[in-house]
């Protein structure tokens, strides 16, 4: 005080400021969207993550989308996951994370890639096919697009719904062309096929 009396000393204690959220990598990356547009998990990893930051996106057309919190799972301090929509277009996204402080990471880029498209079967040759009396193994020819190596063949004739094809009765020719071999019975009876890429997209 102005008469000099003074007090006993008290302490006070100075915190460092928290350290800004960073990340290092988005994984996977690239990722392919879902065909049918459903929500996809991504985990991204980084350092000083405070319960729970704000994840913000840009993609072509949209400078910074802000993700909703129910879509964010904070894991651990190096560690979030966000579980979103990524589209049908190939594009470079990026994701920057805000901390509950206002204090933001750097943008760190990923890349989306182009839903891979449906399988598809244009005919099906020799058609149609006279049976083996033996009922020996005959081949036929798949003409189609997009089959990726190897599709399973599923088949169906009167009493038969879904028949998987063994793959070792299946060659994959090319991304146009497969051939199946097959017993075809003694019958006359309509069949029809479909592949189903390992992706799980099927063919009409």
Do not use: H
Request: charged share 5%.
């Amino acid at each position: 005080n102005p008469d000099s009396q003074t007090s006993s000393a008290v302490g006070f204690q100075v915190l460092a400021p928290a350290p800004a959220p960073s990340i290092s990598s988005v994984t996977p990356n690239p990722i392919t969207a879902d065909p049918a547009n459903g929500y996809q998990t991504l985990t991204i990893n980084g350092a000083n993550f405070v319960n729970k930051p704000t994840l913000v996106l840009t993609w072509t057309g949209q400078p910074g989308y802000t993700l909703p919190a129910s879509q964010v799972t904070y894991v651990s301090g190096s560690q979030l996951t966000m579980s979103i929509k990524l589209g049908a277009a190939a594009d470079n996204w990026t994701v920057r994370a805000v901390n509950p402080d206002s204090q933001t990471s750097s943008a760190v880029g990923f890349q989306v890639l182009a839903p891979t498209p449906a399988p598809s079967i244009s005919s099906v040759t020799p058609n149609p096919i006279t049976a083996d009396p033996a009922n020996g193994y005959q081949t036929l020819t798949i003409n189609g697009a997009n089959f990726v190596n190897k599709p399973t063949l599923v088949l169906t004739w009167t009493g038969q719904p879904g028949y998987t094809l063994p793959a070792s009765q299946v060659t994959y020719v090319s991304s146009s062309q497969l051939t199946m071999s097959i017993k075809l019975g003694a019958a006359a009876d309509n069949w029809t096929v479909r592949a189903v890429n390992p992706d799980s997209q099927t063919s009409s």
